[in-house]
Each structure stands twice: as structure tokens, then as C-alpha cells.
């Protein structure tokens, strides 16, 4: 069991998935080969890849050698995947003297709309010499995509040789409970109701909430039973419970979950540690329990943009826009910066993503964990205290196989800096509730143009089911061109900026499903020369976008008890509150296509309109609001 610290949170152990069916992949072992010697199914550069002897079982196995580390190839197979569905890929690996700044020997699994890239799962590869290694991981394929693609590789930018053999792609299933979690902040409870709630898998196993049994227990830290409890509620997505803080004293426990079908099948066990305390502490700057940034003790809700680095000039104009923050990858190392950024009004999210040795973009001079920690010490005791400074930026995308590590960092922050929380942001959101012990703050980064805008709704939803709703979130939508990170002019002549309206859409998709602070990627991007628009006209979008959502914040931070709604027709998303004597509905089409959708209200209302975008589409009988809406289009709609 690991040592008790204080804020350790909030995701313990789960059972395991498993992946079950055929390999999707055709010729897996590379033993099928056409009259010229290549792979039967597979594409593959023949000045890099070729079929020899050797492999893992003494058959045939997919070989990559490569000495010029500008040399870049894939080798990949088109795979038959069901959009919506995880799967678990896997390949094993045998490396010699594999050498670069990136992760090495892997694979990857990938989707695609029309050959539009709508991500992807990548896991860590292998480095350096080694003989035979099993590389795993899982990746849900988006709902909007209409074809897949798998790779064996070796990272770009990197030479040596390598070895593939048994590839493998199944359709995975998770475990029937996956993450407990509960609406604490850094593991802490004082006083009040304390809501738990563990994540359930019920549609992979074609059951209802009406098939859950189960328990909830909570022991004291060293083993001993406190009490047992029925769930309060079983729903969809989780099993939740609510218990008084006052009913516990004060010290340390672990809450256990068990639960399984009604027929004794797909058992599913979870945990989680907390910690009653007398009072919490008095921080600057934290999360509620609303799942929103306290800022001097008051809400805030971060509305920002990447940067790549910080000087007056962009201050001058970032200041004069509705933004409020900005996350740079290289940030100050001087106080006097750091004042410059107040100076004008502004907050930093301070990056210090890269402090792990080993990794592409970690310092030279910092090879091991001691020297990551000393660093990370320097770095808090300097800015800790500085009004600029909004929170940690921890992680970015770093791979699940590195979660010993990671857990740690995010203790660490928490013991050197009890004033500013951290975050983290991933492209992996289906693996979120693996990371839950790794950050205060999660986010993902959907950057769908000139793709399908849904994937930005289906990444936010992802957070907060993974989080069972009870993790704060903030989302980087995208306001940047592809162009800037394509090689060639062909590829570059297939990608676009998003407008206006898209990133406006892409930024209430995100709000609707829970955020609370928005960072766009990115502003210095709008800045390079191959974008097809000029800096004047691509930021003043992304302005014009963050100016509307500034107008609504009182409203998003608003803790006001709302009436229930529940969405009737057309499978819209739909996020309330209450504000000032009003209602106001938040309501998304995150299709590409035109919705007709009925939401019902639990209580009546006299007049309904909506205040957001294009006005009409809007009529209502009783508690029952009928709406039309465009593809993606948002709604705020006001009730009194």
C-alpha cells in the first residue's frame, strides 16, 4: 500500500478490461507475402522496411532500419473498426541501438473521416537495444470516423534498428466499474456531504442501472471497517453514494467499491483514499466543489491561449481582449517578466510539463528524478507567491506507462505549492480515469478542422464521464491551421483555419459538457507564414469568440439552484443554471446535420428566448421547449 499523503486522491485500484474477438489485423506475424517479398495487407517503404527471418517465434517479422534521422517512414494497415468502439491494440518489439529525443519502436492506432485525421491512440515505444517487448494500449476510434489505420513505426526524427512481429487489435472491453472518485479537492473533507461516485461500463455488457448490485465501504487506514452502504443512486455512467463528513473523525480512510450484474457476472472492484480533516485549509487559489477555479475567493474562469513565449508587445495586445490568461512553453524564469504579465492584467498558467528525464524537450542537464525534483523546487519557491501565476501546467500528453511518475509529480506540486492547483491536458480521453491521481485539472486537446466539429463534443463528454462529473475541466479548442504542422505544400493545401462559427462551436460544445476554462491552441500559430489568413483577421476571431463566452461567465460560474431538464428528443447536450432570477439553458447540436429536439423542464415557465447566435428556432408549450436547430449550433436560451 502506498504512504499515506496528505491530498493523495482520488482513483485507487480497478480491475482490468479485457480484449476479446478476432484480430482485426490481417497477417499479423508478416508470414503472408506477395511474389515480390512485401507483407501481404501492409503498405510499407521498402528503402526502410522489409519481411526477414527472426521473429519473435522463430517465423518472419517486419524489420525497420534506418540511419538518417530525417527520414520518416510508416509502415500501416487499413483495419475494419467500429466507430465508437475501444479497442486494444498491441505489437511486440525488439530494438537495436534505437536512437533519438522521441519515444522509439511502437505503434499506433489512428481514425480517419474522408481522410481527415481525427486522432489517435500512441503509446510509448521502445529505445535504445533491447530484445522482445509487448507494447499495449487501447483507443476508442471517434464516432464520426469511416475508417481506421494501424502502424508499426519508429518515431520521427530517429535511426537505428528495429523488429515488429504479432500485431494485434480486439475489441476491448473495461471493466463493468472503472474509477471511484469523489467531489474533493486534493482529497480533503472538513464538513458537509461527501459524493462518491464510481464509473460503470453497463452498455458494454448490455445492461441497466435496474441490473447493478452492490456496496460501498469505508475503512480507517490501517484495515479496519468502519461502515457499509447501498448506493444512492445508480445511473448510466455511475454508481454514487453521499455520506456527512460530520459522521467520520477525523484522520485518513479508503472507500472500497464492489459491485457486479444482478446474474453474479462481470464483478467490478474500484477504491479510493481521503482524509476528514477539522477545517480546510486556506488556500489562494483552488477548486471548489462546484468544479471551478477560485481565484483570491472569487470564481474565475480561465480563458486563455497558448503561447510560445512572452514579451510587452503581445501583452499590450493580448490585455486589450476578453483573455485573461495565457500558457506559454517557454515561460519566465524572471520575476520581472512575471510582474510585466500582472502589470497588464494577466494570469499564467506556468509550464513545467518537460521536467522529466528521459523525455523529448526535459533540460540536458536533468537525468534523474532527484535532479526533475530540485528543479520543480526552484521553479514553485520562485513564482509560488507571485500574483501572475494562475496554476501548473504538469503534463502535456505524456503516455499512461509513465503514471508512477506522474502521480508523484502531482503529489509533489501539492506538497511544494498548497496554493495553486495543476493541469493537465491529453489527447488520450479515453485513458482519462487512468490519470485521475496526476492532476487537479484535466483537459483534452480535440483539433477536428477541417474534420468533423463533433469530435470536440465527444472529447468533453469523455472528461466528464471518466471524471464521473466531479473533476474540474478545461478545454483547448482549436483556432489554429494544420498547414503549420504539415511538411509539405500537397498536404498543406488540404487543411484550413476554422471560422468563426467553428470555433465557436467547438467552445460551447466543450462548456455544455462541463468546462470551465477554455485555452486555445494557439497564438503564435496565427503568427507563422504558411497560415492562408492574416494575423489580424485569425485572432480577431478567436477575440470575437472569447468575448461572447466572456459575456455569459457570470452565468457558467454561477451556483445558483437550477430546475432538472432532461432532453426528450434529437440527443442534443444540454447544461442549466440558475442566475439573477433566470434560467438559462445551454443547448448544443454537436452533428453535422440539422436536429429537431425537445428538452423538458421540471417546472413551468411564461417566456423562453434564445440569446445566443442566430435567433429563432425556438417555441414552447408547458415545460416542454421545441427547438431547430443548424449543424453545431449552440443555443442559450432563457427562461422566465
Not at 508470414?31 to 517465434?57: F, L
Not at 530517429?158 to 480486439?170: L, N, Y
Amino acid at each position: 500500500m502506498k504512504t499515506w499523503i496528505m491530498g493523495l486522491l482520488l482513483a485507487g485500484s480497478m480491475a482490468f478490461g479485457e480484449a476479446v474477438g478476432p484480430n482485426l489485423v490481417k497477417n499479423p506475424g508478416f508470414e503472408e507475402m506477395t511474389a515480390d517479398g512485401a507483407a501481404m495487407h501492409w503498405s510499407c517503404d521498402p528503402s526502410v522496411y522489409r519481411v526477414v527471418d527472426g521473429g519473435r517465434n522463430g517465423g518472419k517479422c517486419m524489420s525497420f532500419t534506418n540511419g538518417d534521422p530525417n527520414v520518416y517512414r510508416l509502415c500501416s494497415i487499413a483495419l475494419d473498426c467500429e466507430p465508437g468502439t475501444m479497442y486494444e491494440f498491441s505489437c511486440w518489439v525488439k530494438t537495436e541501438d534505437v536512437q533519438g529525443e522521441d519515444g522509439g519502436a511502437t505503434l499506433c492506432l489512428e481514425g480517419y473521416d474522408k481522410g481527415a485525421y481525427l486522432g489517435g491512440g500512441y503509446p510509448v515505444g521502445v529505445k535504445g537495444t533491447s530484445d522482445w517487448i509487448q507494447i499495449r494500449s487501447q483507443w476508442q476510434i471517434p464516432e464520426m470516423a469511416n475508417h481506421a489505420v494501424l502502424d508499426v513505426y519508429v518515431n520521427k526524427g530517429m535511426t537505428g534498428k528495429a523488429w515488429f512481429d504479432d500485431v494485434s487489435c480486439r475489441r476491448y472491453y473495461p471493466p463493468l466499474m472503472g474509477s471511484l472518485t469523489a467531489n474533493l479537492y486534493r482529497g480533503l473533507a472538513a464538513e458537509g456531504p461527501i459524493e462518491f461516485r464510481g464509473g460503470l461500463s453497463l452498455g458494454t455488457w448490455n445492461a441497466t442501472p435496474a441490473d447493478v448490485r452492490g456496496s460501498f465501504r469505508i475503512y480507517t487506514a490501517d484495515g479496519q471497517l468502519i461502515t457499509t452502504f447501498a448506493p444512492t443512486e445508480v445511473t448510466e455512467r455511475y454508481a454514487a453514494a453521499v455520506i456527512d463528513a460530520a459522521e467520520l473523525s477525523n484522520g485518513k480512510y479508503r472507500l472500497v467499491a464492489d459491485f457486479s450484474l444482478k446474474d453474479g457476472t462481470h464483478q467490478g472492484t474500484s477504491e479510493c483514499r481521503f482524509e476528514k480533516v477539522a477545517a480546510l485549509p486556506k488556500r489562494r487559489n483552488y477548486i471548489d466543489g462546484h468544479r471551478r477555479l477560485i481565484v483570491d475567493g472569487k470564481p474565475f474562469f480561465p480563458l486563455g491561449m497558448y503561447w510560445g513565449s512572452v514579451n510587452e508587445a503581445d501583452l499590450v495586445l493580448f490585455s486589450k481582449t476578453a483573455f485573461n490568461c495565457l500558457m506559454s512553453y517557454n515561460p519566465p524564469d524572471d520575476t520581472a517578466t512575471m510582474d510585466m504579465i500582472d502589470r497588464h492584467g494577466l494570469k499564467i498558467l506556468y509550464s513545467v510539463k518537460d521536467i522529466f528525464h528521459g523525455i523529448h524537450g526535459c533540460p540536458k542537464d536533468i537525468t534523474t528524478e532527484a535532479e526533475e525534483q530540485a528543479f520543480i523546487q526552484r521553479k514553485t519557491e520562485r513564482f509560488k507567491g507571485h500574483p501572475a501565476l494562475l496554476a501548473w501546467y504538469i503534463n502535456d500528453e505524456l503516455p499512461s506507462t509513465m503514471m508512477e511518475r506522474l502521480d508523484g509529480r502531482q503529489r509533489l506540486m501539492e506538497e511544494l505549492d498548497p496554493d495553486h492547483p495543476t493541469w493537465v491536458v491529453l489527447y488520450q480521453y479515453h485513458e482519462i480515469s487512468r490519470y485521475l491521481n496526476s492532476f487537479d485539472v484535466i483537459g483534452t486537446d480535440p483539433y477536428p478542422v477541417p474534420g468533423d466539429l463533433g469530435e470536440a463534443g465527444v472529447q468533453a463528454r469523455a472528461v466528464r464521464q471518466q471524471t464521473n462529473g466531479q473533476r474540474a475541466m478545461w478545454q483547448v479548442p482549436q483556432a489554429f491551421d494544420w498547414a503549420c504542422y504539415r511538411d509539405t505544400e500537397e498536404a498543406r493545401s488540404k487543411t484550413r483555419p476554422p471560422t468563426e462559427e467553428e470555433m465557436r462551436a467547438m467552445s460551447w460544445m466543450a462548456i455544455v459538457n462541463g468546462a470551465n476554462g477554455l485555452v486555445y491552441y494557439s497564438f503564435f500559430d496565427l503568427k507563422r507564414p504558411v497560415v492562408k489568413i492574416p494575423f489580424e483577421e485569425s485572432f480577431g476571431r478567436v477575440c470575437r469568440v472569447a468575448e461572447e463566452i466572456k459575456r455569459f461567465v457570470p452565468v457558467i460560474l454561477s451556483i445558483e439552484a437550477a430546475p432538472q431538464v432532461k432532453v426528450v428528443k434529437g440527443g442534443i447536450d444540454v447544461r442549466v443554471w440558475s442566475h439573477e432570477g433566470r434560467t438559462y439553458l445551454l443547448t448544443v447540436n454537436g452533428k453535422k446535420t440539422a436536429v429537431n429536439a425537445q428538452v423538458s423542464v421540471n417546472k413551468g415557465f411564461a417566456d423562453a428566448s434564445n440569446v445566443l447566435g442566430t435567433q429563432g428556432g425556438v417555441t414552447w408549450k408547458g415545460t416542454v421547449l421545441d427547438l431547430e436547430f443548424a449543424p453545431y449550433e449552440a443555443k442559450m436560451i432563457v427562461l422566465q
